[in-house]
């Protein structure tokens, strides 16, 4: 099955890349999360309109990506949240918190569907959290959750 992805899917590709995928890849998983569409031949202007979106917030080069890395990586980011009782917060960190947390602390703006979150954050502490800012280079954030 001939697909487009609208979203970032990982170990398969980018928004805007066409692939091949099984069919039951496709039908079960892909198009009803809305990560892909159905390739057609109209859908060429859709790719270019995705491939466009993504250059322009696209981190342009692998130094580039490295020196935000570096960045990301010197700074402590502190985050607080309504906590009840024992630590535990009200809700969890989402990675628009964590994107806007470190944007606060003075870091670089990051795109937070590049933000990994491997377990929930659902209590005080001190977390590390994975951003992917290139496809070869990745950073860790440091975070630091309080209780408001």
């Known amino acids: 099955m001939k697909l487009i992805l609208t979203h970032e899917v990982n170990g398969l590709g980018a928004p805007g890349d066409v692939v091949e995928v099984r069919d039951g890849y496709g039908r079960n998983y892909l198009?009803?999360?809305?990560?892909?569409?159905?390739?057609?031949?109209?859908?060429?202007?859709?790719?270019?309109?995705i491939q466009r979106a993504r250059r322009s917030r696209d981190i342009r080069t692998l130094d580039e990506a490295r020196q935000i890395a570096g960045q990301v990586e010197a700074l402590t980011v502190r985050l607080k949240q309504r906590a009840g009782e024992g630590g535990r917060l009200f809700g969890s960190v989402t990675a628009g918190d964590v994107a806007e947390a470190v944007q606060a602390s003075g870091g670089p703006e990051l795109d937070k569907r590049r933000i990994e979150i491997k377990n929930a954050i659902k209590s005080v502490g001190s977390y590390k959290v994975d951003v992917r800012l290139h496809p070869d280079v990745s950073a860790t954030i440091k975070l630091d959750v309080s209780g408001v």
């Not at 999360?33 to 309109?49: E, V």
Request: hydrophobic share 35%; charged share 25%; no cysteine.
């Open 31 to 49: 198009l009803p999360r809305g990560f892909a569409i159905r390739w057609t031949r109209g859908g060429q202007k859709q790719i270019d309109l």
